[in-house]
């Protein structure tokens, strides 16, 4: 008898375990092309591959001739990078955590 309770209990762990992580998909803020950060507090929830908000800010111009272009969502696989020329730049962050990527410029 203690066996069996044993075992159901276990069991009742392992389906709770699985139900918890389904339960607690990452959500991240969404926006295409936008040229404003106020322009990307749309949130997606992301599938169950994706481990990563990301935010993606490519830049061109200077002073007040900058333009910008911000891209963010959910990724599978994410690497961190900056890239600035002086005149155009890009930078991707990423972050692991839901609506971790709410900063921008």
């Not at 990078?81 to 990527?101: E, H, P, Q, Y």
């Amino acid at each position: 008898m203690a066996t069996m309770m044993k075992t159901f209990f276990l069991a009742s762990l392992l389906v709770a375990a699985v139900c918890l992580e389904k339960g607690h998909s990452l959500r991240c803020f969404h926006c295409a092309d936008a040229s404003s950060n106020w322009d990307c507090f749309k949130t997606q929830m992301c599938p169950a591959t994706d481990k990563f908000c990301v935010t993606t800010i490519i830049a061109a111009g200077r002073g007040q001739s900058d333009e910008r272009q911000i891209n963010k969502g959910c990724s599978s696989n994410c690497t961190e990078r900056k890239v600035d020329t002086g005149i155009a730049s890009v930078s991707t962050k990423c972050c692991s955590s839901s609506l971790c990527n709410v900063d921008g410029p």
